[in-house]
């Protein structure tokens, strides 16, 4: 009566597992349609795997890019970028103001102010560094007003 049993058993197993091999073979067979519709007759596998790459390559590109765009950065950072003007009579006895403090500074207020004093018989140029928006040597008024020009323009 065992044997009857077991063969039973395994004959309802066998069925179970035909049953689960033809539903098996039936996903397999709707997931292959599916991926057909999606690659539209192609290997919508190598489709997504070439995407990918693609992919992979862009983001490659994107970080090249972000490291030049970086690098210019830094070099702005050296270029002028504020100028600030201060005309005046340095004497007193020129009607149009012809000397002149120019300054010239990065974006830390670094760089250089440069003093042109015009008199009726001679003319003097001289210039200072200015770093942080200051210099180790004394700045004229007219120096300092160029300076602050500078400093304060947007």
Do not use: W
């Given at each position: 009566?065992?044997?009857?049993?077991?063969?039973?058993?395994?004959?309802?197993?066998?069925?179970?597992?035909?049953?689960?091999?033809?539903?098996?073979?039936?996903?397999?067979?709707?997931?292959?349609?599916?991926?057909?519709?999606?690659?539209?007759?192609?290997?919508?596998?190598?489709?997504?795997e070439s995407y990918v790459s693609?992919?992979?390559?862009?983001?490659?590109?994107?970080?090249?890019?972000?490291?030049?765009?970086?690098?210019?950065?830094?070099?702005?950072?050296?270029?002028?970028?504020?100028?600030g003007l201060y005309k005046y009579?340095?004497?007193?006895?020129?009607?149009?103001?012809?000397?002149?403090?120019?300054?010239?500074?990065?974006?830390?207020?670094?760089?250089?102010?440069?003093?042109?004093?015009?008199?009726?018989?001679?003319?003097?140029?001289?210039?200072?560094?200015?770093?942080?928006?200051?210099?180790?040597?004394?700045?004229?008024?007219?120096?300092?007003?160029?300076?602050?020009?500078?400093?304060?323009?947007?």
């Amino acid at each position: 009566m065992q044997d009857i049993y077991l063969i039973i058993f395994s004959i309802i197993s066998l069925i179970i597992a035909i049953i689960s091999l033809c539903i098996s073979i039936k996903i397999y067979k709707n997931y292959e349609k599916t991926m057909n519709k999606l690659g539209e007759g192609k290997d919508f596998a190598k489709m997504l795997e070439s995407y990918v790459s693609q992919v992979d390559k862009l983001n490659k590109r994107d970080d090249q890019i972000i490291e030049v765009c970086n690098n210019i950065n830094n070099e702005l950072a050296h270029c002028i970028k504020k100028v600030g003007l201060y005309k005046y009579d340095a004497f007193g006895n020129t009607k149009n103001n012809l000397s002149f403090a120019l300054a010239l500074l990065d974006r830390e207020n670094n760089g250089i102010v440069i003093n042109s004093i015009y008199g009726q018989d001679n003319s003097n140029v001289y210039s200072k560094p200015v770093i942080k928006g200051t210099s180790k040597y004394n700045l004229s008024y007219e120096e300092k007003e160029a300076i602050n020009n500078a400093i304060e323009k947007k």
